[in-house]
């Protein structure tokens, strides 16, 4: 029967396979084992109880063992009958697929599948939630573009010869813009962080060497007495962000907030988007011409 | 007998001088009342427990009543003999006094007592002591430049007339600069925080409107299982912040790290300093000849 002791074996499987390097085929291979897992233990282990929503035109739901309850899921993105199989076939495909509902769908639920299982298996552990997702983004874009990140950048300036640590890099080579990778499972007031790092590549290593892509879950916050469920979202402040400290490329989400969507069509614009149009988009997204 | 109850009595009453505004001569006598109590609480309830330093050239100690321990404290600028009350005349001082091991020694005592008490009492509450050091901060400044602070500022631009969040601002009037007062027991990862919020702040009013002051207290972690403490500093960081993103104009620390305060000396500059040489440089920090 599922548990915290199967769950964190194949956590630690998966662990295991990130060392040897995103991209390989062995890292698609330990998620869909974990997510296995974690479906099997919401499956038999949970239930799902209706939260109040604070957020307009979107219904969440929480999964509980009785005594513990999951993060907020939402209930038209996640789909228990979606196999984590077919992430394999994403994880392998060169091009594509465009966006559709069910692409939205699958990336949400395996992502939510083992968060979840998590959240009710280990209370307030929000590390391993966080770390999984960074290594699942970070390997579907290694698949994408056929290497490997790093996570630091040189620096050769300022009277300093050294390495510093980043997010994900991506060096794609020659001709192909760079990729600045921050993933977090939310922003908060860490938001800024990712300009500013961002504004340090673009000071170390020329305008436009590297594109800034954030890639998150959602920005919804729980709240425990009122059982209900809100989206925080400062668009002022990211606009300000945008505008003076440097220019995000994208922001992928896979369950947007509408507030950030509509910054899309604004001055300065953040290109606020669904994860699933990346697969769609990948190769403009690195596209020099 | 000072216990929670009477300490958390006390803050609260500091709390409502506070929203009456910072600066206020009430401050100042609910600061002093807060830290009799919290010294009463150590000196009754409490006994010193050495730790191993990491730190070269400093000793750290934990205040503990038997159960729980407090930070580390340093011990050579942690004096038990200094008394709140002489908080009163640095806060009425109209100028200096200079820079002095007994000031440094009086600041650090000051916070340190509320802070320590607060460990032992409340456990894993970082916020009081948080919000106690803003404040203790934040009233040494206003009373300094007879202003009190603002958390927001306007904004005109990108299509916006709102105002935004942010730290401690304070506006002296036509021929002064402003200043920008983040303050923080330590940065850790959020220091790129306050580098960014300099730049958002020079976009929006022109270089050198706000100056940037950080304040804090040290950059101590303490290691439970080895009972010992070292300091967490990355100063090829902040070089990056300094050269990249926006420039502060002073860093004040009560326990400063050596690694920081050799920035004052590099190239981009970093002027690194103690808290206490604030008070007789406080003209010149805004000072716009």
Not at 28 to 41: G, R
Not at 130 to 137: L, M, R, S
Not at 204 to 214: A, M, P, S, V
């Amino acid at each position: 029967m599922p548990d915290r002791t199967t769950l964190l074996i194949q956590y630690r499987a998966l662990q295991a396979t990130v060392r040897a390097g995103l991209g390989k085929p062995e890292v698609t291979a330990a998620l869909v084992s974990l997510l296995e897992e974690a479906k099997a233990f919401l499956a038999e282990n949970c239930s799902r109880a209706a939260m109040n929503s604070g957020v307009p035109g979107k219904q969440y739901f929480t999964f509980t063992d009785g005594a513990r309850t999951s993060r907020p899921v939402n209930a038209d993105l996640f789909k228990a009958e979606i196999d984590p199989s077919a992430l394999a076939e994403l994880a392998a495909a060169a091009q594509g697929p465009p966006d559709s509902l069910l692409l939205r769908q699958s990336l949400y639920s395996w992502v939510l599948t083992f968060c979840a299982a998590n959240d009710v298996l280990f209370v307030s552990d929000q590390k391993k939630p966080g770390t999984f997702f960074e290594w699942f983004v970070g390997h579907l874009l290694a698949r994408r573009y056929r290497t490997s990140p790093r996570k630091f950048t040189e620096v050769a300036s300022l009277g300093m010869n050294t390495r510093i640590p980043t997010d994900f890099v991506f060096d794609l080579g020659a001709g192909k813009a760079r990729i600045h990778l921050p993933v977090k499972t939310s922003t908060r007031e860490r938001a800024i962080q990712v300009w500013a790092h961002q504004r340090v590549l673009d000071g170390l290593h020329g305008q436009n060497t590297f594109r800034g892509i954030l890639v998150c879950v959602a920005e919804t916050n729980k709240q425990v007495q009122a059982n209900s469920v809100i989206e925080v979202c400062v668009p002022e402040q990211w606009r300000l962000y945008q505008g003076y400290i440097a220019q995000l490329h994208r922001v992928y989400y896979l369950d947007p907030p509408a507030a950030y969507l509509s910054l899309g069509a604004g001055s300065p614009q953040i290109p606020v988007k669904h994860f699933s149009e990346f697969f769609s988009e990948s190769d403009r997204i690195v596209s020099l011409a």
